[in-house]
């Protein structure tokens, strides 16, 4: 029982898929672990065969003569023609679409995303289209990638820290760098990665769905939950989608609150709720959507993480509006 | 290449600073099955923060120090550093300090001149000197763990800036490495001379036996590949001791300080492309001598032939050579182009047919068999399902397109363990079991044998199976906590069940301990060829004296003549014509 929706669901096999470009990538992970399967079914039939029917006992002479025929010939030509049309059929053309032919520059929207330890920077151009001028010697913590603010560019460029709103059915082209050392710009749900190497700047471009949008992901993954069933790995991630009070009406767990970070802290909020007769719960996951980092970084790699917020394009402009700063403009200009 | 009388040496000069070459590889084995344990103690460690994160670490805790652990209020945690200091130090200990030393230094030491008939090594001084620069740096890199800042922590693939910028311990790690590479040199140079020189009249490279051709493509990888990732680690402690900036590029910004001092213009991927020019070759050898010790197990104990001997030593150079061509596809994501990436997942789809050739050899070989379940057969049948495994998810790694989502996570860690641990360790721990009557002259015990082989079996693919699914899911690797993240925590049950395989399974090499240790002294006595083997070091005595044989054997008949229709016994050694 783990949140699911259209989309897919959190759980021991792919997580859910939210990317145009991702089902190829799906496709052939299952194509490929049937094919393993068969392989492995197929030999270790065999395999085990050969172990009880030969294992030595009364009359079980070993053959000096080695068994002839072509069918193990035939078995290792077939992986191989396989594993060609695999390559060619499959990983090829899904590979040329996703890293060498980049969407036309008129129709992308484009992102510069700074990786540094241990955070995601994002910088929007703002409504103008155009990135400002960035230089190491302006960096500080208010403003991480050093925007000159001296540059007209620069001027409704939006700076975020561990967030990145993304319009979805658009192409989205990410200029990505990193500062210090090399990290990994990986999304699991959209079935991207792409390392940040610091003194180079790597494109990376994908589609997020049509209708992925965080609130829908959000209504879709919100379920609710007999108390028994409320296992502990939701403690952290699932935050309540309403509020819980007890009998005097005293809120114990309010909505949007989480059930704990910690398996302690968890079971003694389900207690009292279960106390105030409270038999289920309904939650949704807090970040279904984020931004990892797949690279060793230091000691805090672990924590280096943003969350994404996806919006239908029309919200994506007026967001992007609103977190610009107004123009200014002064005679010089 | 004058041999001095062994029974005429000192201790020191017998035992310690020994040239021959069955002391310097059982001293090889011996240190190396220490570091083994070593490093599986360290992940033991590891894998209580992953189950239970940020709980205390019970019992022990308080003995690792600052800054592997932290005060909590009430004990003491796993610091990130002290986790990433263990992650680094676990790959390094097992791949450098552990498996290659055992499965080369080790068994390619101990066997190869017995198994090609040979008095030593054509060069036991330079043997000698192989084993004390392993043996220096397996000290500098323990000594690792007590300089300030703790022990290395950027991964065994140790990539720059990350490693350029790292505490103290990196330098310890490349000054380590430099001495473990010397000494693999050293050792590969003297296995080629000694394999092409020193072969026993009438073997002829087809009559060698498959174990020997195994040791002599590996030291040719070690030879090739070593090179390039000496003159790596040489340029990184440029980096960190003298200034340059072979791996740093102009700009960086490091904890928001602008880094002005440094000149500039390097290239971390620079690092990454030599690093994995050694690491992909590095592959196979750790898994060649394995599939060697486990053909000569199988050969034995089917009591028939070999099926495909030619295509297994066909396949093995093979490859040998395309394993120098894969290096790439373990950065297929740093941006890597159609063609450069189509050349690399090519090259890849191709070196899995001559594995898939040795794999389908090997169980071909038991049809019409007589099999003999012994220890090391049990190990050695395990080995080939596991190992299949381990090859069979290369796959999707090796194709971009798959690689995209399961790069970097639990599902690489599921794969290349599935290769090199219930795979490569399980050969080993063969080899030990079948090569142990000829080093002691006892055998060890049965039963202890099977209590650590069926705990072991099971509990080693409860550590590695889950980590497929663990992977799939988007977990990714050298992660402190995955339960920092939804798809992490998802499948944070797993993770518990991964820690407790583990520590069952650390807990199942007891009896191996005591089974080697007790068998050493108490073991069972044999006499020269216990398993009625037909190669050559069957018919040395057993412990082999110092020059091996009392007269130089003389070949006369292929490695493995089981079951000669007409003949008395179902053995012909290979010293002995075929019709006497």
Same mark, same amino acid.
């Given at each position: 029982?783990?949140?699911?929706?259209?989309?897919?669901?959190?759980?021991?096999?792919?997580?859910?898929?939210?990317?145009?470009?991702?089902?190829?990538?799906?496709?052939?992970?299952?194509?490929?672990?049937?094919?393993?399967?068969?392989?492995?079914?197929?030999?270790?039939?065999?395999?085990?065969?050969?172990?009880?029917?030969?294992?030595?006992?009364?009359?079980?002479?070993?053959?000096?003569?080695?068994? $002839?025929?072509?069918?193990?010939?035939?078995?290792?030509?077939?992986?191989?023609?396989?594993?060609?049309?695999?390559?060619?059929?499959?990983?090829?053309?899904?590979?040329?679409?996703?890293?060498?032919?980049?969407?036309?520059?008129?129709?992308?929207?484009?992102?510069?995303?700074?990786?540094?330890?241990?955070?995601?920077?994002?910088?929007?151009?703002?409504?103008?289209?155009?990135?400002?001028?960035?230089?190491?010697?302006?960096?500080?913590?208010?403003?991480?990638?050093?925007?000159?603010?001296?540059?007209?560019?620069?001027?409704?460029?939006?700076?975020?820290?561990?967030?990145?709103?993304?319009?979805?059915?658009?192409?989205?082209?990410?200029?990505?760098?990193?500062?210090?050392?090399?990290?990994?710009?990986?999304?699991?749900?959209?079935?991207?990665?792409?390392?940040?190497?610091?003194?180079?700047?790597?494109?990376?471009?994908?589609?997020?769905?049509?209708?992925?949008?965080?609130?829908?992901?959000?209504?879709?993954?919100?379920?609710?939950?007999?108390?028994?069933?409320?296992? !502990?790995?939701?403690?952290?991630?699932?935050? &309540?989608?309403?509020?819980?009070?007890?009998?005097?009406?005293?809120?114990?767990?309010?909505?949007?609150?989480?059930?704990?970070?910690?398996?302690?802290?968890?079971?003694?909020?389900?207690?009292?709720?279960?106390?105030?007769?409270?038999?289920?719960?309904?939650?949704?996951?807090?970040?279904?959507?984020?931004?990892?980092?797949?690279?060793?970084?230091?000691?805090?790699?672990?924590?280096?993480?943003?969350?994404?917020?996806?919006?239908?394009?029309?919200?994506?402009?007026?967001?992007?509006?609103?977190?610009?700063?107004?123009?200014?403009?002064?005679?010089?200009? | 290449?004058?041999?001095?009388?062994?029974?005429?040496?000192?201790?020191?000069?017998?035992?310690?600073?020994?040239?021959?070459?069955?002391?310097?590889?059982?001293?090889? &084995?011996?240190?190396?099955?220490?570091?083994?344990?070593?490093?599986?103690?360290?992940?033991?460690?590891?894998?209580?923060?992953?189950?239970?994160?940020?709980?205390?670490?019970?019992?022990?805790?308080?003995?690792?120090?600052?800054?592997?652990?932290?005060?909590?209020?009430?004990?003491?945690?796993?610091?990130?550093?002290?986790?990433?200091?263990?992650?680094?130090?676990?790959? /390094?200990?097992?791949?450098?300090?552990?498996?290659?030393?055992?499965?080369?230094?080790?068994?390619?030491?101990?066997?190869?001149?017995?198994?090609?008939?040979?008095?030593?090594?054509?060069?036991?001084?330079?043997?000698?000197?192989?084993? !004390?620069?392993?043996?220096?740096?397996?000290?500098?890199?323990?000594?690792?763990?007590?300089?300030?800042?703790?022990?290395?922590?950027?991964?065994?693939?140790?990539?720059?800036?990350?490693?350029?910028?790292?505490?103290?311990?990196?330098?310890? !790690?490349?000054?380590?490495? *430099?001495?473990?590479?010397?000494?693999?040199?050293?050792?590969?140079?003297?296995?080629?001379?000694?394999?092409?020189?020193?072969?026993?009249?009438?073997?002829?490279?087809?009559?060698?036996?498959?174990?020997?051709?195994?040791?002599?493509?590996?030291?040719?990888?070690?030879?090739?590949?070593?090179?390039?990732?000496?003159?790596?680690?040489?340029?990184?402690?440029?980096?960190?001791?003298?200034?340059?900036?072979?791996?740093?590029?102009?700009?960086?910004?490091?904890?928001?300080?602008?880094?002005?001092?440094?000149?500039?213009?390097?290239?971390?991927?620079?690092?990454?492309?030599?690093?994995?020019?050694? &690491?992909?070759?590095?592959?196979?050898?750790?898994?060649?001598?394995?599939?060697?010790?486990?053909?000569?197990?199988?050969?034995?104990?089917?009591?028939?032939?070999? !099926?495909?001997?030619?295509?297994?030593?066909?396949?093995?150079?093979?490859?040998?050579?395309?394993?120098?061509?894969?290096?790439?596809?373990?950065?297929?994501?740093?941006?890597?182009?159609?063609?450069?990436?189509?050349?690399?997942?090519?090259?890849?789809?191709?070196?899995? *047919?001559?594995?898939?050739?040795?794999?389908?050899?090997?169980?071909?070989?038991?049809?019409?068999?007589?099999?003999?379940?012994?220890?090391?057969?049990?190990?050695?049948?395990?080995?080939?399902?596991?190992?299949?495994?381990?090859?069979?998810?290369?796959?999707?790694?090796?194709?971009?397109?798959?690689?995209?989502?399961?790069?970097?996570?639990?599902?690489?860690?599921?794969?290349?363990?599935?290769?090199?641990?219930?795979?490569?360790?399980?050969?080993?721990?063969?080899?030990?079991?079948?090569?142990?009557? $000829?080093?002691?002259?006892?055998?060890?015990?049965?039963?202890?044998?099977?209590?650590?082989?069926?705990?072991?079996?099971?509990?080693?693919?409860?550590?590695?199976?889950?980590?497929?699914?663990?992977?799939?899911?988007?977990?990714?690797?050298?992660?402190?906590?995955? /339960?920092?993240?939804?798809?992490?925590?998802?499948?944070?049950?797993?993770?518990?069940?991964?820690?407790?395989?583990?520590?069952?399974?650390?807990?199942?090499?007891?009896?191996?301990?005591?089974?080697?240790?007790?068998?050493?002294?108490?073991?069972?006595?044999?006499?020269?060829?216990?398993?009625?083997?037909?190669?050559?070091?069957?018919?040395?005595?057993?412990?082999?004296?110092?020059?091996?044989?009392?007269?130089?054997?003389?070949? &006369?008949?292929?490695?493995?003549?089981?079951?000669?229709?007409?003949?008395?016994?179902?053995?012909?050694?290979?010293?002995?014509?075929?019709?006497?």
């Amino acid at each position: 029982m783990l949140a699911a929706s259209s989309f897919g669901h959190y759980g021991a096999w792919l997580p859910p898929l939210i990317s145009v470009h991702g089902a190829e990538v799906d496709r052939l992970i299952d194509i490929l672990h049937w094919f393993m399967l068969l392989l492995f079914v197929g030999w270790g039939i065999f395999f085990v065969y050969c172990l009880v029917r030969f294992r030595r006992r009364a009359g079980q002479k070993a053959s000096y003569v080695l068994p $002839k025929g072509k069918i193990s010939k035939y078995a290792e030509v077939g992986v191989a023609l396989f594993e060609v049309v695999l390559l060619v059929g499959f990983s090829m053309p899904a590979w040329a679409e996703y890293r060498t032919h980049p969407p036309a520059k008129d129709h992308r929207v484009e992102i510069r995303v700074i990786a540094q330890q241990f955070q995601w920077n994002v910088h929007y151009p703002g409504p103008d289209g155009k990135f400002g001028r960035t230089a190491a010697e302006f960096i500080s913590d208010a403003n991480p990638i050093g925007l000159d603010d001296s540059d007209p560019a620069a001027a409704d460029d939006v700076q975020l820290v561990n967030e990145m709103h993304l319009p979805t059915g658009k192409d989205i082209y990410v200029r990505l760098t990193s500062m210090d050392v090399v990290h990994s710009f990986s999304i699991p749900t959209m079935r991207v990665k792409q390392d940040a190497i610091p003194g180079m700047e790597i494109p990376v471009w994908f589609k997020v769905l049509e209708g992925a949008t965080t609130e829908n992901l959000d209504e879709q993954m919100t379920r609710t939950y007999p108390i028994g069933r409320v296992a !502990w790995d939701r403690f952290r991630h699932h935050v &309540a989608a309403k509020d819980y009070a007890d009998r005097s009406g005293q809120v114990i767990l309010a909505r949007g609150g989480d059930l704990g970070a910690t398996f302690r802290d968890g079971k003694k909020l389900l207690e009292r709720l279960r106390q105030a007769g409270v038999t289920e719960l309904t939650l949704r996951p807090r970040n279904a959507l984020e931004l990892v980092c797949a690279q060793l970084c230091g000691n805090s790699h672990y924590k280096m993480h943003a969350q994404i917020i996806t919006h239908t394009p029309q919200d994506y402009e007026k967001w992007l509006k609103e977190q610009s700063k107004p123009v200014e403009f002064n005679e010089d200009f | 290449m004058s041999h001095d009388h062994g029974h005429d040496l000192p201790f020191w000069r017998k035992y310690i600073f020994s040239v021959d070459h069955k002391v310097i590889g059982i001293q090889y &084995a011996v240190t190396a099955l220490l570091f083994l344990f070593l490093g599986f103690s360290l992940i033991s460690i590891m894998r209580y923060q992953l189950a239970y994160p940020g709980r205390d670490i019970p019992v022990i805790g308080k003995l690792l120090g600052e800054p592997i652990v932290g005060k909590t209020p009430t004990g003491y945690v796993l610091t990130g550093d002290g986790y990433n200091a263990f992650g680094a130090m676990h790959g /390094t200990i097992m791949i450098f300090l552990g498996v290659v030393p055992l499965a080369v230094g080790g068994f390619g030491n101990f066997v190869l001149p017995l198994q090609i008939g040979a008095p030593d090594m054509a060069f036991p001084r330079l043997n000698m000197a192989s084993y !004390w620069a392993y043996f220096s740096g397996g000290v500098v890199m323990l000594t690792s763990f007590f300089v300030p800042g703790g022990a290395a922590n950027s991964g065994w693939t140790s990539y720059p800036p990350l490693s350029d910028i790292a505490t103290t311990g990196q330098t310890m !790690w490349l000054f380590g490495m *430099v001495l473990l590479i010397t000494s693999s040199l050293l050792g590969s140079v003297n296995f080629i001379v000694t394999t092409v020189q020193m072969r026993a009249k009438g073997l002829s490279f087809f009559r060698l036996p498959f174990f020997v051709w195994a040791q002599l493509v590996t030291s040719f990888l070690l030879l090739l590949a070593f090179p390039p990732l000496e003159a790596a680690g040489v340029l990184q402690l440029m980096d960190r001791l003298a200034g340059t900036s072979f791996f740093l590029p102009s700009g960086l910004v490091v904890s928001g300080q602008v880094q002005n001092q440094l000149s500039g213009g390097g290239s971390p991927l620079l690092w990454q492309h030599l690093f994995w020019f050694l &690491a992909h070759p590095e592959v196979y050898v750790l898994i060649l001598p394995a599939l060697g010790i486990v053909a000569e197990v199988i050969a034995n104990n089917t009591r028939k032939p070999l !099926w495909g001997y030619k295509s297994l030593v066909y396949s093995t150079i093979f490859l040998g050579f395309m394993s120098f061509l894969v290096w790439a596809h373990h950065m297929f994501m740093t941006g890597m182009g159609q063609t450069l990436s189509t050349f690399f997942q090519a090259t890849t789809m191709i070196i899995s *047919v001559p594995s898939v050739i040795i794999l389908t050899c090997l169980v071909i070989s038991l049809w019409g068999a007589s099999i003999r379940f012994t220890v090391p057969m049990l190990f050695a049948l395990a080995f080939l399902p596991m190992f299949a495994i381990g090859g069979l998810t290369g796959l999707p790694l090796g194709l971009t397109t798959s690689d995209i989502q399961l790069h970097d996570t639990y599902y690489v860690i599921g794969h290349f363990h599935y290769v090199v641990a219930p795979g490569t360790l399980f050969a080993l721990f063969a080899g030990v079991y079948y090569w142990f009557p $000829k080093a002691t002259g006892r055998k060890m015990n049965d039963f202890l044998g099977k209590l650590h082989f069926w705990p072991s079996f099971i509990f080693i693919n409860g550590v590695f199976m889950p980590m497929f699914f663990i992977g799939m899911a988007g977990v990714l690797r050298r992660q402190f906590d995955q /339960t920092e993240q939804l798809h992490g925590a998802a499948v944070q049950g797993l993770t518990v069940m991964v820690s407790w395989s583990a520590w069952m399974l650390i807990i199942s090499q007891f009896p191996f301990i005591i089974n080697f240790f007790w068998s050493i002294f108490r073991g069972e006595k044999v006499e020269a060829n216990p398993w009625q083997a037909t190669t050559l070091e069957w018919s040395a005595p057993s412990p082999p004296p110092h020059g091996n044989f009392a007269t130089p054997p003389v070949v &006369a008949c292929g490695p493995y003549e089981y079951s000669i229709p007409g003949k008395e016994k179902d053995f012909c050694p290979q010293n002995v014509a075929l019709e006497a």
